[in-house]
């Protein structure tokens, strides 16, 4: 009998309760979370203004946990430094917004954290190119970025089966991780597709249930 993998559970804390913003990281946390994941928003690149490195830094103190950092932002590459400097443990950024897409991903690891590539649902897998060899994780959205609760799209099963394929191809060790829509319903047909880092936002801190009950059912819908 094949064994179930390994998937690693990433709540968004952009829905969670930001008035007791540190309270339901803790919760999290305590609650069997993998990672605490970070939605930083510019206005630009996406609509929403959301928060920026001194959140991260505030967060910081109530999470033992990585703390995951997705930069929704035009030229990211000029805050990284901010955003390490204020505790995170993976940066992602878009490749949409980078033209020199390797440059940014060595700027990442040079200062001694985690470095993801994002991509849109409509931006294609290839685009990665020879940067895919060199991440630590690959963020498949499965809405159009921008805003918390939307429904996942799914035509984007294949793209993570796809380049779940490529990544079990060449060897190579970077988590795939998606973002978007995710709740016990579409859980396992990300993890069936090849997904093994989920993040859930509105699933975990916005249906009226406790952080402890929401991730544990998200975490039953996996077995």
């Given at each position: 009998?094949?064994?179930?993998?390994?998937?690693?559970?990433?709540?968004?804390?952009?829905?969670?309760?930001?008035?007791?913003?540190?309270?339901?990281?803790?919760?999290?946390?305590?609650?069997?979370?993998?990672?605490?994941?970070?939605?930083?928003?510019?206005?630009?690149?996406?609509?929403?203004?959301?928060?920026?490195?001194?959140?991260?830094?505030?967060?910081?103190?109530?999470?033992?946990?990585?703390?995951?950092?997705?930069?929704?932002?035009?030229?990211?590459?000029?805050?990284?430094?901010?955003?390490?400097?204020?505790?995170?443990?993976?940066?992602?950024?878009?490749?949409?917004?980078?033209?020199?897409?390797?440059?940014?991903?060595?700027?990442?690891k040079e200062l001694g954290v985690k470095a993801g590539v994002a991509l849109k649902p409509g931006?294609?897998?290839?685009?990665?190119?020879?940067?895919?060899?060199?991440?630590?994780?690959?963020?498949?959205?499965?809405?159009?970025?921008?805003?918390?609760?939307?429904?996942?799209?799914?035509?984007?099963?294949?793209k993570i089966a796809r380049l779940r394929a490529e990544l079990d191809e060449k060897g190579l060790?970077?988590?795939?991780?998606?973002?978007?829509?995710?709740?016990?319903?579409?859980?396992?047909?990300?993890?069936?597709?090849?997904?093994?880092?989920?993040?859930?936002?509105?699933?975990?801190?916005?249906?009226?249930?406790?952080v402890n009950e929401a991730l544990g059912k998200l975490r039953a819908s996996l077995l």
């Amino acid at each position: 009998m094949e064994s179930s993998p390994q998937v690693k559970l990433a709540p968004s804390i952009l829905s969670a309760d930001f008035s007791r913003l540190g309270e339901q990281v803790a919760e999290a946390t305590k609650a069997g979370a993998d990672y605490i994941h970070v939605d930083v928003m510019d206005g630009h690149f996406v609509p929403p203004i959301t928060i920026g490195a001194p959140v991260v830094a505030a967060i910081r103190h109530w999470a033992n946990l990585p703390l995951d950092v997705h930069l929704m932002v035009e030229a990211p590459e000029h805050q990284i430094g901010q955003f390490v400097d204020a505790g995170a443990d993976i940066i992602t950024v878009h490749i949409e917004a980078c033209p020199h897409i390797r440059q940014a991903v060595q700027a990442i690891k040079e200062l001694g954290v985690k470095a993801g590539v994002a991509l849109k649902p409509g931006t294609p897998i290839d685009t990665l190119g020879e940067v895919l060899c060199s991440l630590d994780l690959v963020l498949v959205m499965t809405v159009e970025p921008g805003f918390g609760g939307q429904t996942f799209i799914e035509a984007m099963l294949d793209k993570i089966a796809r380049l779940r394929a490529e990544l079990d191809e060449k060897g190579l060790t970077a988590e795939l991780e998606v973002d978007g829509g995710i709740n016990a319903e579409v859980a396992p047909k990300v993890v069936k597709a090849g997904a093994r880092v989920l993040v859930a936002g509105a699933a975990v801190f916005g249906l009226g249930q406790t952080v402890n009950e929401a991730l544990g059912k998200l975490r039953a819908s996996l077995l």
